[in-house]
């Protein structure tokens, strides 16, 4: 099992920036596909950028494309989530997701952090 834990959300301006990162323990993720999902109020999780243990096949939502960058630092067993242009709607809890496969589904990563709050002000 792969232990997650997010950090570096916040409050911020709309348009401003936010980095977050994923720190895990347990295993290392060189072996895992990792994730970025986000849940709103009332809405359903989704993903927001993705990448194979290889690094070879990314995903990124529509949503975001142009604005947020994942990166994953194996050294150092660590993902991070890079957030430029941030809009209101960017506003959820932002969650790490380590699975086996690369896929675009919750179901496709078993082990999850806790999340971190990212609110942004109009």
């Known amino acids: 099992q792969v232990f997650l834990e997010e950090s570096g959300g916040g409050l911020v301006q709309a348009g401003g920036s936010l980095r977050l990162s994923c720190a895990a323990s347990?295993?290392?993720?060189?072996?895992?596909?990792m994730g970025w999902f986000r849940q709103a109020p009332g809405k359903e999780r989704e993903l927001v950028a993705a990448?194979?243990?290889?690094?070879?096949?990314?995903f990124a939502a529509d949503s975001v494309k142009g604005r947020f960058t994942l990166s994953r630092d194996n050294a150092k067993n660590t993902v991070y989530l890079e957030m430029n242009g941030l809009k209101p709607e960017d506003t959820a809890i932002y969650y790490c997701?380590?699975?086996?496969?690369?896929?675009?589904?919750?179901?496709?990563?078993?082990?999850w952090g806790q999340g971190t709050q990212v609110t942004v002000s109009s």
């Open positions: 990448v194979s243990w290889s690094g070879s096949r990314t």
């Open positions: 997701a380590a699975g086996r496969g690369f896929g675009t589904t919750q179901a496709e990563y078993r082990d």
């Open positions: 347990g295993r290392t993720i060189s072996n895992y596909a």
